[in-house]
Nanobody
């Protein structure tokens, strides 16, 4: 299983970024996928998740109304559209999947920095 995030960077408060996570080695369309983030000195927290078919999504309270998770099962990729970014959104963002065998896999992460 390989997960590769991209799309991070430096953005000003109020700006937007779109993260991508390309997956391989899994039955992608059958598995829920999640985004997590970890800021310096804090535990990793789940930000959003999307069901295998894309019809169900969940978002953490801190990002509701600002972040949107989606997926393209043809491209085996999930996305995180982040709007109205705040300095407290600064973190390393990871995508993750739990396979049918119960194993969890992580990508290498992509840094998002929100600063003026």
């Amino acid at each position: 299983v390989h997960l590769a995030e991209s799309g991070g960077g430096l953005v000003q408060p109020g700006g937007s970024l779109r993260l991508s996570c390309a997956a391989s080695g899994v039955t992608f369309s059958s598995l829920a996928m999640s985004w997590y983030r970890q800021s310096s000195g804090n535990d990793r927290e789940q930000v959003a998740s999307v069901s295998g078919g894309g019809g169900m999504t969940t978002d953490a309270d801190a990002v509701k109304g600002r972040f949107t998770v989606s997926r393209d099962n043809v491209k085996s990729t999930i996305y995180l559209q982040m709007d109205n970014l705040k300095p407290e959104d600064t973190a390393v963002y990871f995508c993750s999947v739990v396979t049918f065998s119960g194993s969890r896999y992580w990508g290498q992460g992509t840094q998002v920095t929100v600063s003026s």
